[in-house]
C-alpha cells in the first residue's frame, strides 16, 4: 500500500517562498546580514538570553561551542547514550573522547545520579539533551556541573519553544545551549542552527570561530579598523536565504506549535487506554509550570514484541513510522577509536531497540491519528 500518512511533513509554503525571493531581490544572500541580525535578535529574546548565534546547524554550534571552551584531546565529555551521533562526532571531532552515561527512562535525558559518577579528572564539558523537546532533569545536571566547576551545555536540538519548571527556556540554562533548524524540527529553515549563551567571551570566541576565526564581526560592528585571523575557525554562518525562511517559521510559531499541541491531545486520548490494555509505554507530560514543544510522539513497545515487525505492519498499512537512535557506545566508530569493553548502558540499550515515533506536524488531522493508532492496535 502506497504511504497515505508520511512520518514527517514540511511546514513551508508561499510566506517561504516570497521570503527567499526577497532575499535573492536584495543580492546579499551570504551570512552576516540584516534578516539574520533580526532573527538572533527574536531567538534572543525568545530564549532571554544575552547572545544568539546563527549557525548552519546544530552540530556546528555544538562544535563551535566545544571549541570555544577549549575542549580538546585527552579530554572527556559526558552525553547521553541515547543520542543522536552529532554530538558525539562534534566531541571526537575535537580530539576529546565522548563518555556515554545511561539515561533515566522516563525523560531519556542524562540520569543524573550517573552522570555524578561518571566525573573525572578528564571531564571538560558536560552536555544534556533534552530528547524530543521533553526537558531532562537539568536543574539536577546543574547543580552537579556548579559543584565540580564543569560547564553543562544544553543540546537543545530538539528544544525550540520548551520550557524547564517556572517557565525557563530550554537551551537557556546552561553554559551555553544549542538548537537546531533542520527541516525535521519544528521550526526550520531547511539546514541551520544556533548557539545561546549568556557568557560574552564564549559568545565573542563563538562567534570568531564561526568566521573563519576571524574577528571579522568585531570590524563589521565597527569596533576595530581590520579584521585579521585570530584564532582556530572555520565557517559555520547561516545565508540570508535560510535566515530569511526560519524569520517566516519563527513568526509562525504560535500557530505552529498549537497545531502540534492538538495532535498531541489526539494522540493522547487514544493511546492512554490503548497502553493500558498492552502495555505500551508513553512520553511523560509536562509538569506543572513546564512547557514540552511536542517535537516527538513516542511509544515504547512491550518487551519481547519485535518493534520493527510492528513498524512494517503500520507501513503496509500506509503509515510511515521510524525508530530512533541506534546505541552509539558499542557503535563500530567507538570500537575502532576507543578500544576496550563499551560501558553498560542497560536503559539506552531497552529504549533504542523499543521506542517508535509515530508521525506529528500540523497538517495531520485527527482522522489521520485515528489511522496511526488504528495501524499501531492492529
Ligand atoms: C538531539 C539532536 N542533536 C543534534 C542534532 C543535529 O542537528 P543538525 O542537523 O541541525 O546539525 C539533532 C538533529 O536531529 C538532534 O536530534
Redo the contacts with the bound molecule.
Keep these: 500500500m502506497p504511504i497515505a500518512i508520511p512520518f514527517h511533513r514540511s511546514h513551508h509554503g508561499p510566506r517561504e517562498a516570497e521570503a527567499v525571493r526577497e532575499v535573492i531581490a536584495s543580492g546579499h544572500t551570504g551570512g552576516g546580514g540584516a534578516v539574520g541580525a533580526r532573527v538572533e535578535r527574536v531567538l534572543r529574546e525568545l530564549l532571554g538570553v544575552r547572545h544568539a548565534l546563527l549557525t548552519t546547524?546544530?552540530?556546528?554550534a555544538?562544535e563551535a561551542c566545544l571549541l570555544a571552551l577549549g575542549v580538546g584531546p585527552g579530554d572527556e565529555v559526558i552525553v547521553p547514550g541515547f543520542?543522536?551521533v552529532?554530538?558525539a562526532a562534534a566531541v571526537a571531532r575535537q580530539g576529546a573522547r565522548p563518555v556515554f552515561v545511561d539515561v533515566e527512562p522516563e525523560r531519556l535525558g542524562l540520569d543524573p545520579a550517573a552522570t555524578e559518577a561518571a566525573i573525572g579528572p578528564r571531564t571538560r564539558a558536560i552536555f544534556a539533551?533534552h530528547?524530543g523537546g521533553m526537558a531532562c532533569r537539568i536543574d539536577a545536571l546543574l547543580a552537579s556541573g556548579a559543584r565540580h566547576r564543569i560547564p553543562v551545555i544544553e543540546?537543545a536540538?530538539?528544544a525550540f519553544h520548551s520550557a524547564a519548571a517556572n517557565g525557563r527556556a530550554l537551551g537557556s540554562l546552561g553554559r551555553a545551549g544549542?538548537m537546531?533548524?533542520?527541516e525535521?524540527?519544528n521550526v526550520s529553515a531547511g539546514?541551520?542552527?544556533a548557539l545561546f549563551t549568556d557568557d560574552d567571551a564564549l559568545a565573542r570566541a563563538a562567534e570568531t570561530i564561526r568566521d573563519k576565526g576571524t574577528d571579522r564581526a568585531a570590524a563589521v560592528r565597527g569596533e576595530i579598523a581590520h579584521y585579521t585571523w585570530v584564532s582556530p575557525g572555520s565557517s559555520f554562518t547561516l545565508s540570508e536565504v535560510l535566515a530569511a525562511i526560519l524569520e517566516v517559521q519563527l513568526g509562525a510559531r504560535d500557530e505552529i506549535l498549537r497545531e502540534r499541541e492538538r495532535v498531541a491531545a489526539a494522540y493522547r486520548t487514544l493511546l492512554v487506554p490503548l497502553a493500558a490494555r498492552h502495555e505500551l509505554e508513553l512520553a511523560p507530560e509536562p509538569a506543572p509550570g513546564e512547557r514540552f514543544n511536542r517535537h516527538i510522539v513516542h511509544v515504547l513497545i512491550p518487551r519481547g514484541l519485535d518493534r520493527d515487525a510492528i513498524g512494517r505492519g503500520m507501513r503496509a498499512r500506509g503509515v510511515q513510522v521510524t525508530a530512533h537512535f541506534q546505541t552509539l557506545h558499542d557503535s563500530p566508530y567507538m570500537r575502532q577509536t576507543w578500544p576496550g569493553e563499551p560501558p553498560h548502558l542497560p536503559v539506552t540499550a531497552d529504549t533504542c531497540t523499543r521506542l517508535l515515533r509515530l508521525p506529528i506536524y500540523p497538517s495531520l488531522g485527527d482522522a489521520d491519528v485515528e489511522r496511526v493508532v488504528a495501524a499501531l492496535a492492529a
Design positions: 546547524s546544530c552540530t556546528h555544538m543520542l543522536y552529532s554530538l539533551v530528547y543540546d536540538a530538539q544549542c537546531s533548524f533542520h525535521t524540527k539546514e541551520g542552527g
